[in-house]
């Protein structure tokens, strides 16, 4: 138990007394310096930041940007200065780019302290004035009216009608009403403390008075920055894997570069050429150019997601999506529209079915699948009447532009409370909107809702002089006050079948998940004494019920089938009561047939161990606090899983941080979830997740398939080189030929892969696993197999001219330079997929057709044009040579196919 609700069980006497502080005359001056002294100021702390400088200075501290630099020094001192300057800026643009991302990661913080209140209204020295939010203490008295946001937070002494938006901090879909009283017990759930105001929410309606019992860090939205602040971000599996690759990658490069050297001065070579050469292998072999091939890759998947309606804030995060095993999804406003809405009303012993969701006022009523008319029926029509005019919400339109095209678009919005917004909305789906019926009716007096009660009325007149009580509340207690009912036209007595079949009613729409309300009404007489709603409200006649809920997303299913499918699995995560989430899950096919569904209670009664053995069986959380979301994202995380997190209130945000990708709404979600996510949706549609799984996915193939690009034309450039020293032949390759291969090769080819189309299977097989190595699946293989191929190949056409041509070295090297090239510029296409190089057509990826031309045509350049001839050591080749060529460059992939076709077999035979 938190130390907020330790005051929920106690009397308003009790808590006043614990304080010290008179409620009619408040703290004094005094009082409150020395509690200030005590407890600090009533905001929000943020730990010690790094300077900015420091921030940037931090992005050079990683392994591959030390290869960049080795790699900048060595093509400086090799004269390539415009190598040196591309990796400069190539470290510099990472740099800025992770440090852009570092500062606005740490904005949480900032964006929660909004949520404070700027002033407050309190009592001190028996005088009520506004004083400084943050200067407010323990034990100050605080008046809240509708509009104000909550200070701090407050036990309530005193409510009138008092409704309260919690969503941001509980997840619940509706605001609270609270109350004074004290509750039976304290280990209840945030959501349930009614007789608690929390800083940062929002009084909607009604007045208050409350004593402060937490200012600053001890409030519960000062738990949840505490959260945020101590919780890591986690390593994305993609800045581990690189990590990794890289290491391994520059030792290997280095050793076989090494090898080389050494073997070529074994066999008499000059030893300053074969430095040079050497070192410029190793500028080749090292893929420097990766990172920078990576974070465009990235960048171009991200510029693709915001045509998806899908915000990148940290470029990894596309990729980490990609391997995602489970989302967790906030249900309010993520899977469903955060809009309630009447779904079904029972009038005439009829079950109606209402169609369209939102605000919107278009829809239609049917029963058993045939349309019917509202006004077709007296109770029908009276029902709608009273849910319009026993009514304090206004429902309004904006016409706004979107699209290309800029057509209008309505924008409906409701003003007031959200279920009495449901009740205006299904009236002007029967043709009765408010500005029309109110018209025709005057409203005389108003007895309002109240948690005793649990019903509000209106007397309102008809222009006939007609006066009508019209009733609306929860169902078993305004059934208690009916003694008639209107049936078929005529109002006839409440009989004992007629009310248990209003029952039977109630409990089928309340299983259905439905929040319920019930409508009545009586003429009132003339003279009739009408001040007190305990006389008024009796000897009523029953019209009928509605049932309403915060429907799910029309798209949400389909999106959540399709992760199925895809091997992914959808955790619903709410603050919203049980019935009501399972009922969403049931229908958005979240929760499977042997699925748990766990609350609250539960989790705070499991520990570590239980929580961690159960939670691949769980499919729905409800009732859960912040620390609970966290708890559930850490226990999954444990299991192995790739955790997204969805959600849009200030109790997601440390969840968010915490998980591998945090997901917020871009709408309705708050600054604080927001500066805590990776990615943003622009639709609040979880459908959209979807979209940017698959982008995600697409994205780390084609990293996989530039690394197996890259990796396999260096192996073969490093095998050339040393076959030939190992064979004792002269140098086939001369440092500026194995540079210019290098560049032109690696730069437009590998970049145009970075934006290769996702293949067929991408969303039907299951998530990788997040330590899977980049040479899992098949890369490996074909890395060391086309490498080896690319390298004896390059070899052999280098060997079968220089035999026949032993006086003409340049000529030998110009072959085996342009068979290089060919053969890495043929293998690109082989890259595609992980099957054979025709399983795919080339020409759904145009760029890498338009890549591999210009690399063709720089070759043809240095071949053939005379003032470049000198620098590259190259002459012109014939046909003969280009046959040659032809053929030996397109043996690699042939050969590779041919066994990549033979492992099933020998699989096979080898059992």
Known sequence: ??????????????????????????????????????????????????????????????????????????????????????????????????????????????????????????????????????????????????????????????????????????????????????????????????????????????????????????????????????TEEMETPLQRRLEQLGKVLVVVALMLTALVVVTGILHGHDVYKMFLAGVSLAVAAIPEGLPAIVTIALALGVQRMIKKRAIVRKLPSVETLGCASVICSDKTGTLTQNKMTVTHLWVDGKRVQVSGSGYAPYGNFSWQGKEIQPFSSQAFRRLLEI????????????????????????????????????????????????????????????????????????????????????????????????????????????????????????????????????????????????????????????????????????????????????????????????TTAEAIAIELGIKQPHGLTINGNDLYTMSDEELQQKINQIDVFARVSPEHKLKIVKALQKQGHVVAMTGDGVNDAPAIKAADIGIAMGVTGTDVSKESSSLILADDNFATIVAAVEEGRNIYDNIRKFISYLLASNVGEILVMFLAMLGGFPLPLVPIQILWVNLVTDGLPAMALGVDPAEEDTMTRPPRDSRESVFARRVGWKIVTRGLLIGFCSLMAFWITYSENPDNLVLAQTVAFATLVMSQLIYVFDCRTTGSIFSRTPFDNKLLILAVLSSVLLLLAVIYYPPLQPIFHTVPLGIREWILICVTSILPVNIAGLLDLLRPVRKLIHG
């Open 387 to 578: 849910a319009v005019l026993c009514n304090n919400a206004q429902l309004s339109c904006n016409t706004v532009k979107e699209g290309l095209l800029k057509r209008k678009q309505e924008e409906w919005r409701i003003d007031g409370d959200p279920t009495e917004g449901a009740l205006l909305v299904v009236g002007a789906k029967g043709g009765l909107l408010a500005s029309e019926v109110t018209g025709e009716w005057t409203r005389v007096k108003e007895y309002p809702f109240d948690s005793d009660r649990k019903m509000m009325s209106v007397i309102v007149k008809h222009r006939n002089g007609k006066q009508f009580l019209y009733t609306k509340g929860a169902p078993d207690i305004l059934l208690s006050r009916c003694s008639h009912i209107l049936h078929d036209g005529k109002i006839t007595p409440l009989t004992p079948t007629l009310r248990a079949e209003i029952l039977k009613q109630i409990e089928e729409l309340a299983l259905m998940a439905l929040r319920n309300l019930a409508f009545a009404f009586r003429e009132v007489r003339p003279g009739e004494k009408v001040e007190r709603s305990s006389t008024v409200e009796q000897g009523l006649t029953f019209v009928g019920l509605a049932g309403m809920m915060d429907p799910p997303r029309e798209e949400v299913k389909e999106a959540i089938r399709v992760c199925r499918r895809a091997g992914i699995k959808t955790v619903m995560i709410t603050g919203d009561h049980q």
């Open 1 to 230: 138990m938190s130390e907020q609700a330790r005051w929920i069980d106690w009397e308003p006497d009790k808590v006043t007394s614990h304080f010290g502080v008179d409620p009619a005359k408040g703290l004094n001056e005094k009082e409150v310096d020395e509690r200030l002294k005590q407890v600090g100021l009533n905001q929000l702390t943020e730990g010690e930041k790094a300077s900015y400088f420091a921030v940037f200075i931090a992005q050079f501290k990683d392994f591959m940007v030390w290869v960049l630099l080795i790699a900048t020094l060595i093509s400086a001192l090799l004269g390539e200065y415009t190598d040196a300057i591309a990796i400069i800026a190539i470290v510099i643009l990472n740099a800025i780019l992770g440090f852009i991302q570092e500062v606005r990661a740490e904005r949480s913080l900032s964006a929660l302290k909004k949520l404070s209140a700027p002033t407050a209204r309190v009592l001190r020295n028996g005088k009520w004035e506004r004083v400084d939010a943050a200067k407010l203490v323990p034990g100050d008295i605080v008046v809240l009216e509708s509009g104000d946001r909550v200070p701090a937070d407050l036990r309530f002494l005193k409510t009138e009608n008092l409704y309260i938006e919690e969503s941001a901090l509980t997840g619940e879909s509706v605001p609270v009403q609270k109350r004074s009283e004290a509750l039976a017990k304290a280990d209840v759930p945030l959501g349930d403390r009614k007789n608690m105001g929390y800083m940062g929410t929002m009084v909607v309606r009604g007045t208050g008075l409350g004593v402060v019992v937490s200012t600053g860090m001890a409030t519960e939205m000062g738990r949840i920055a505490h959260l945020i602040e101590s």
